[in-house]
């Protein structure tokens, strides 16, 4: 009892004597705090000349300054900025002052005093340019401060007279950040400002737009947008000096022109504005439109791509001037030519009649001036046919979108646009064709094409690029025709089509089941001819191996699904051939009402496709079997286990039922799963019995862990349209497996010091849990991570094996966390159309060289497949390879789906006889990815100088895509 008294006597006089030293320690770490300045006061005291001073200037920048030395730093930096005269180094301290205001945690409001002080006595124009630029960042960093932002707006009024144009357009910046409409500007008779009774700020603004420099033009011009994207209403007065920028000498000037009458078409459509040289009137979006519309003949071919985009936003445009887009015939200056009635009226008026003595005495007698007649002003005339003949390919692929835009809400544009989009599928570059191959689907709805106009689409068909030629398959897809003949000469170009690229298999046969479904009629009168079929005779069976015969009965078999009377035109071995290829290619060829031959050859007497009512129901036994799985608290383990099986195969055979839901399901019968394998590892068994006595049971439930945690990186990874929330709940149950790998660990592996590590970065990942799911935590009520928060106090200072039976107990208490759906969740899948596998021919090549193999993939509900997807080969020895497609490879043909069309590249040593390797696509995922974009980033410089690594990453890949075996044979090298 002595020597343990003499012992804590011992620990409590060593604790106080180390006091001393503590503090000595924490007091010398508070000192180094704005040693920042000091060290940079002693740095910039050293500096014999301007260059050493700039140096140190340059090295302090790449260095994080904490929030409370900030305000010393920038003491240090002023006081130096007084005394030095050279001007780059005090434009460098300027540039300081406005990083260091960003710090974050640090209020700028300290320093604008003295930072609006510097400006008073500064005489180079490239350091007060400087000096406003760094007053308008620390004005972002103080939002609410209305005094500052308004001393600043006076600053910027009271230096906009400055001779030099970069100190002109920062106060210019300053004026459109920062001016409001009830605070008035104005200059007095000194150079100063005073803000009572003054001018407003857009009056102020829009005197430089006649500034001698084009620079402060623009930016006074940006200055207005700059108010405009804050929520001020531009005032119409401005927007006559708009349209005399667009005839600027520079195409700054009249690219931001194009911008500003946009900008105020949308804000004051019908209001009515004179039209030049004449007594007429029109609504302003009509004259700015016919302005705009000009500007695509523009000499430069960056105004001229900004304006055929503009022209493509102006949906309120009467129709009778979107049409003269498409007319290069001039608009008489758009003026309105009198009636010859009108005429007659005014010569009876006057007492002028003919007296046909005189030629052409009766002509009117209007004289049009040729100087007025100008063809600047020509308006819409011909605007988008000079933007698709434009010479840079940038404008005519901004022409092409823009008629998309218009022809979307204009039907009968629509039509009159449809013979100039066909003949930009001649363009030389692809990249137009393919444009516009795109805009006239988009448009296919309000279009019929006629049989020339169908010629000229189907001659694309030859082109040597697939992606023209599957854009071009889309593009038939949703086309309507107008007689059987389009109907003969698209089947005709598209089986030569596929005779010439057999790859484009696929493609075609989808086209055409589209193409017979919305075209029964016209399919109808061609039916003997395309089955060979005779009314006396018998014909000989196709064969059914051949693609072209096949895609024939595709183009059939879907216009008699809406076309009754078609099936008695078919011959007995056709029926044969439905029920063959209703059986192999259920996605092409639809199920046909035949009655009496259903019992014969199976075929469906109903349709399949479900209605919204099958939907709605199973949305509703979905969400009944999640309520039903959260009382398996109530339930003893075998019964819980039970309910969890029968559910999850409920899910499953739902998602296969159900393609709408398919996500959905899938996403919960996985998350179920997970529950499952945590609940059998916790089985009473495993626990109550000694380690020895239970290897098996231990074996299972590692097992189990380790496949509880990939089952949760795909929850995370696979599936899109997650929220916060669901996020949480897969993150719990991973904390949950990570807690049972560590409860394992310790039951089975020997030694402390790789315990106490497992214990530390466990600790630390339910600290990160808290940190990145904060909000979500009054959703986690009754779970196993609020319980070990509440314990965390006692987690944090107790030892490893303690640890260890707290969650333990914790993890065996904690009680079924239920899922609950966001409204839609779409499971990641790929499709591996080339090679099929089907082939029983090996693929030759030398050993020790590369063979290529040809891929074709799709893509369905991906995120950034360019840096996701990979695509694995497994030899038959074991050897995996890993590769990682260009970002090239992938073509997006529609929303939320992707094409991949690469190369895999492959070498072996030579094989004794042929042998199948897998082909298989993986998407490739980081843990850090969610947790990173979180958090942001330290530091106030612009450098990654010093900053500290980020956290390790759980780095894999998750198969989604059924293998594919492909015969290889490397064949020995000949000597």
């Known amino acids: 009892m002595a020597a343990h008294l003499k012992k804590r006597v011992y620990e409590e006089f060593s604790k106080v004597v180390q006091i001393p030293h503590e503090e000595a320690s924490v007091k010398k770490l508070r000192l180094s705090k704005p040693s920042k300045s000091a060290a940079l006061h002693i740095d910039l005291c050293k500096a014999t000349n301007p260059t050493d001073a700039l140096q140190y200037l340059l090295q302090f920048a790449r260095k994080p300054v904490e929030a409370e030395s900030v305000e010393g730093v920038v003491r240090i930096l002023l006081e130096h900025y007084y005394k ?25 409001d300290c320093i604008i005093d003295d930072a609006i002080n510097t400006l008073n006595n500064e005489k180079s124009h490239q350091v007060l340019a400087q000096l406003l630029e760094t007053l308008l960042v620390i004005s972002t960093q103080l939002p609410e401060n209305l005094t500052v932002r308004q001393r600043l707006r006076e600053v910027a009024c ?28 104005m200059k007095d008779g000194e150079g100063g400002i005073s803000s009572t009774g003054g001018r407003d700020v857009q009056s102020v603004i829009s005197d430089y737009f006649g500034d001698q420099d084009p620079r402060v033009r623009t930016a006074a011009i940006k200055a207005m947008l700059q108010l405009h994207e804050r929520g001020m209403k531009i005032q119409q007065i401005i927007y006559e000096q708009a349209c005399r920028l667009l005839s600027d000498d520079y195409e700054q000037v009249r690219s931001a022109a194009v911008q500003m009458v946009w900008v105020l078409s949308q804000l004051y459509p019908e209001s009515i504005v004179p039209i030049p ?23 430069s071919w960056m105004v001229r791509v900004q304006a055929a985009k503009t022209l493509g936003s102006m949906l309120q445009v009467s129709p009778h001037f979107l049409e003269q887009t498409l007319d290069k015939k001039l608009m008489s200056d758009l003026r309105r030519k009198r009636t010859a009635h009108e005429r007659a009226k005014e010569l009876y008026a006057s007492g002028e009649f003919s007296s046909g003595r005189k030629w052409a005495d009766d002509a009117p007698k209007e ?45 009968s544009f629509a039509e009159k646009c449809l013979d100039f989009l066909v003949d930009m599928f001649n363009d030389e570059i692809e990249e137009v064709r393919l444009q516009s191959i795109h805009v006239l689907r988009e448009i296919s709805t309000h279009i019929t094409l006629r049989e020339d106009q169908l010629d000229t689409v189907l001659a694309v068909l030859e082109d040597s690029s697939r992606d023209i030629r599957e854009a071009l398959h889309e593009l038939l897809c949703y086309t309507n025709v107008s007689t059987k003949e389009c109907i003969q000469l698209a089947l005709l ?14 493609s075609v046969w989808k086209c055409l089941k589209f193409l017979g479904s919305r075209h029964p009629t016209l399919v109808l009168p061609l039916v003997p001819e395309l089955l060979s079929t005779h009314p006396y005779f018998d014909t000989p069976e196709p064969d059914m191996d051949d693609p072209a015969y096949i895609a ?12 009754p009377t078609m099936p008695a035109l078919f011959s007995d071995h056709t029926f044969r051939h439905y029920a063959y290829l209703r059986d192999s290619l259920s996605h092409l060829v639809p199920p046909l009402r035949l009655p009496g031959r259903k019992q014969v050859y199976g075929l469906d007497p109903v349709d399949s496709g479900a209605g919204s009512g099958s939907v709605e129901s199973a949305q509703l036994f979905l969400q009944q079997s999640l309520n039903r799985v959260s009382t398996i608290q109530n339930l003893e383990a075998p019964g819980a286990q039970d309910l969890l099986d029968f559910t999850i195969r409920d899910l499953q055979r739902l998602g296969e039922l159900q393609t709408e839901l398919a996500g959905a399901a899938d996403f919960c019968a996985t998350y179920l799963h997970c529950q499952l394998l945590l609940l059998k590892a916790l089985q009473e068994k495993l626990w109550n019995m000694a380690v020895p006595l239970c290897l098996k049971q231990n074996a299972t439930a590692t097992a189990a862990a380790h496949q509880i945690l990939e089952e949760t990186y795909k929850l995370e990874f696979m599936y899109s349209g997650l929220e916060n929330r669901q996020v949480a709940t897969i993150h719990h149950i991973r904390l949950q497996a990570k807690a049972l790998q560590l409860i394992l660990t310790a039951r089975t592996k020997r030694g402390m010091d790789p315990l106490i590590i497992s214990c530390e970065k466990f600790l630390q990942e339910v600290e990160s849990f808290q940190r990145l799911f904060f909000t979500e935590m009054p959703h986690l009520q009754d779970s196993f991570v609020e319980k070990l928060l509440e314990l965390m106090p006692r987690l944090s200072s107790c030892k490893p094996m303690e640890l260890v039976k707290i969650l333990q107990t914790t993890l065996r208490q904690s009680g079924f966390l239920q899922l609950k759906l966001p409204e839609q969740i779409h499971r990641a899948t790929a499709t591996i159309i080339e090679p099929t596998g089907e082939s029983d021919n090996p693929l030759r090549f030398t050993s020790g060289l590369v063979v290529a193999l040809d891929l074709d993939a799709t893509l369905e509900h991906v995120q950034d497949p360019q840096n996701t997807v990979k695509v694995q080969v497994l030899y038959p020895d074991g050897q995996s390879h890993v590769i990682q497609p260009k970002p090239a490879d992938f073509r997006k043909p529609g929303p939320h789906r992707h094409r991949l069309i690469t190369q895999v590249y492959m070498s072996h040593s030579a094989w004794t006889e042929p042998c199948q390797i897998e082909l298989r696509l993986l998407l490739a995922y980081s843990s850090s990815s969610s947790s990173l974009s979180s958090s942001s980033k330290p530091g106030w410089s612009d450098s990654t100088d010093s900053l500290p690594p980020p ?24 000597r």
């Open 84 to 108: 030095e005269t050279d001007n780059s180094v005090r434009l460098k301290i300027a540039s300081l002052l406005g990083l260091l205001s960003k710090t974050q945690g640090f209020n700028p």
């Open 158 to 185: 009271k230096h906009l007279s400055d001779t030099h144009f970069g100190v002109r357009i920062k106060c210019l910046h300053l004026l459109g950040c920062l001016g409001t409409v009830d605070t008035p500007l």
């Open 277 to 299: 040289s004449s007594n007429e009137e029109i609504r302003l979006v009509d004259d700015s439109f016919g302005k705009i519309s000009h500007m695509v003949s523009d000499g």
């Open 367 to 411: 004289r049009v001036d040729t100087n007025a007649v100008n063809l600047i002003a020509s308006g819409a005339c011909g605007a988008f046919v000079h933007g698709l003949e434009d010479e840079m390919y940038e404008v005519r692929i901004a022409a092409v979108e823009a008629l998309c835009l218009l022809a979307r809400s204009s039907p």
């Open 493 to 506: 170009e598209l089986l030569k089509n596929l005779n010439k690229y057999p790859t484009d298999r696929n």
């Open 552 to 563: 024939v009965l595709v183009l059939v078999f879907n216009a008699a699904k809406s076309c």
């Open 951 to 974: 956290e390790a990453a759980t780095e894999g890949t998750i198969p989604f895509s059924k293998p594919v075996k492909v015969y290889i044979m490397p064949k020995p090298a000949r």
